[in-house]
């Protein structure tokens, strides 16, 4: 399998790895299983690596510049994709699949009455569409532990607040746009809030933090 | 153990960062100015990664309870001991029990550290020891008012200082932003970016260093994938007006880049007062990590000077005079109308 892909610096000690320019489940798959490949050949096998990390569509490489640079490190990754073209594309995106136990609605889900007005479905409606599919974790970001999950049923789909409230709370279960998301701190926030998980998403105790990694599966649950 | 009886507008305890954690959404975090972080340390023999007090803003006082050895970097300003100009910046002193440490806000930036000799007694939350500013991962390690806080291993050192050329040569900001322009930006634009003139808002936190002048209009329009971000990361938002990520950023970032600001520029961004103007200036990749590795070496081959404290009286007045192993002197005044004279090589 022949790839197309972008080396790209960003300052003189990051270097991306761009498989892409959209939010794609293939092109997510892709990167993930690039990850778990320059996880064992590249990251656990070099000392200038500070943090690597996968996006929608990118792998992203933090190194220590003072004791390797760009074009050597972009020398690297063309040879190991040749390796990995080779190898081929394994679908190894964690198998596991993350159960989260939701109250919708109501004092948790504040937002939900005002979300199925806005599509045009019954809050029990929007809550079975939402329980429904199995979303796949895209990205973690905005915050420590917080999943962008794709796969959502563009039924229930809706923009996200224009103003965002001061403080969502710890757990809070939210749809903006295409996606949805669980909040694992109280934060400000922006997305429609429809319910809320007990589920402690995000220990600092543990490395990894996080119940949910990248890659992984959320299914969620009526409680 | 010392306490906090004024912990000023922000305080925290950081040291390098928080690394390998992105893919779990944990921002790097760090002290902010690495260069005076890093001879806060250096001036007590720490370790090079122990965790310091991030002054930002001034305004701090603490009280020691027990004898220690302490250094304090940052913008040159002298830092008064039970009310007398006893400490300049880059330099260490010993204290004694009840003596108080009062850090005044800076005209020449915002930010200085704390070290102690041995150490802060604190427990590392996920691999470090660094506060995070917009998540609740790390809250015991904000200061507050009336805090007490424990020493690992407190020692008494051989006070030393440091020719204070360095932050007025690296990290005093010379109205210059240097910038290393994404692959995709053309000369056009390059022109807009420098011929503007810019201020740093009061808005700008550990998050992020925001800048104001005439938008950019060539981004009003956008609707970005959210992806990966670093720090000195330059993000123009719809709005026109560029963001500057620092250390507590978060990992994705959903608006439109132009470049990157290189890492040596970093400490001089954090300690930029608001309402000076500003200019960005690019600099080639190749520039940009040679002048990294330039001042890390620099940084590594640095001396440190043992200094002596006497007291001299001049017309009745009492002078505090330092006196360094090679004979410079450095006087301090208790009195106004004497000049602080330092000849250091």
């Known amino acids: ?223 | 153990m010392m306490e906090i009886l004024k912990s000023g507008l922000f305080s925290s305890f950081q040291d390098v960062g928080r690394f390998g954690l992105k893919q779990y959404g944990v921002s790097n975090s760090g002290c902010q100015d690495r260069y005076s972080f890093t001879f806060a340390n250096l001036l007590l023999k720490n370790d090079i990664n122990e965790a310091c007090i991030e002054i930002v803003g001034g305004n701090f006082k603490c009280k020691f309870f027990e004898k220690v050895s302490i250094a304090v970097t940052g913008p040159s300003e002298q830092c008064l001991i039970n009310n007398e100009k006893r400490l300049e910046t880059y330099s260490s002193v010993n204290v004694d029990v009840g003596d108080v440490l009062e850090i005044k806000p800076s005209k020449m930036g915002r930010i200085h550290y704390l070290s102690v000799s041995g150490g802060f007694d604190l427990n590392k939350i996920l691999r470090s020891y660094s506060y995070h500013s917009p998540s609740s991962i790390s809250d015991e390690y904000k200061l507050k008012g009336n805090q007490k806080i424990s020493f690992k291993r407190p020692k008494i050192t051989t006070p030393m200082i440091f020719n204070q050329d360095f932050y007025k040569k690296y990290i005093e900001s010379k109205g210059v932003i240097k910038i290393i322009y994404n692959q995709n930006i053309n000369k056009h634009l390059k022109n807009q970016i420098e011929s503007r003139e810019y201020m740093v808002n009061i808005n700008s936190n550990r998050q992020a260093i925001k800048l104001e002048s005439d938008p950019l209009k060539e981004f009003f329009k956008q609707n970005e994938i959210s992806n990966g971000v670093t720090l000195g990361t330059v993000q123009i938002p719809p709005d026109g007006q560029p963001i500057i990520l620092m250390q507590d950023s978060q990992t994705v970032g959903g608006y439109k880049t132009i470049g990157v600001v290189p890492k040596y520029q970093i400490p001089s961004i954090a300690q930029m007062q608001p309402n000076i103007p500003i200019k960005f200036q690019g600099v080639s990749l190749s520039e940009a990590t040679r002048i990294n590795r330039n001042i890390n070496d620099e940084i590594n081959r640095s001396k440190f000077f043992k200094y002596q404290f006497t007291d001299l009286y001049v017309n009745n007045k009492k002078i505090s005079v330092k006196i360094t192993e090679n004979n410079s002197i450095i006087a301090i005044a208790d009195d106004d109308v004497f000049e602080v004279y330092k000849e250091i090589n």
């Open chain 1, 1 to 223: 399998m022949t790839m197309d892909y972008e080396v790209i610096h960003h300052g003189e000690s990051t270097i991306e790895i761009s498989l892409g320019k959209s939010i794609d489940m293939k092109i997510n798959l892709v990167v993930h299983s690039l990850f778990s490949f320059l996880t064992d050949n590249l990251d656990n096998r070099s000392d200038y690596i500070i943090d690597f990390y996968p996006t929608y569509h990118s792998i992203f490489i933090d190194f220590n510049e003072l004791k390797t640079d760009f074009y050597h490190i972009k020398q690297k990754i063309v040879d190991l994709m040749k390796e990995f073209e080779i190898v081929g594309f394994v679908d190894n995106s964690k198998k596991e699949i993350i159960e989260i136990p939701v109250n919708y609605g109501g004092k948790d889900g504040f937002d939900l009455e005002r979300l199925s007005s806005i599509v045009g479905l019954s809050e029990k409606e929007v809550i079975q569409i939402h329980t429904k599919p199995l979303y796949k974790v895209f990205l973690i970001g905005f915050m420590p532990g917080f999943p962008y999950l794709g796969g959502l049923d563009k039924r229930i789909s809706c923009l996200r607040l224009e103003t965002p409230r001061p403080k969502i709370p710890e757990g809070s279960v939210g749809i903006a746009g295409d996606q949805t998301g669980i909040y694992p701190f109280a934060t400000p926030g922006g997305w429609r809030i429809i319910g809320r998980t007990e589920m402690k998403l995000f220990e600092i105790g543990k490395i990894p933090p996080t119940k949910i990694p990248t890659g992984s599966f959320v299914k969620f649950i009526e409680v």
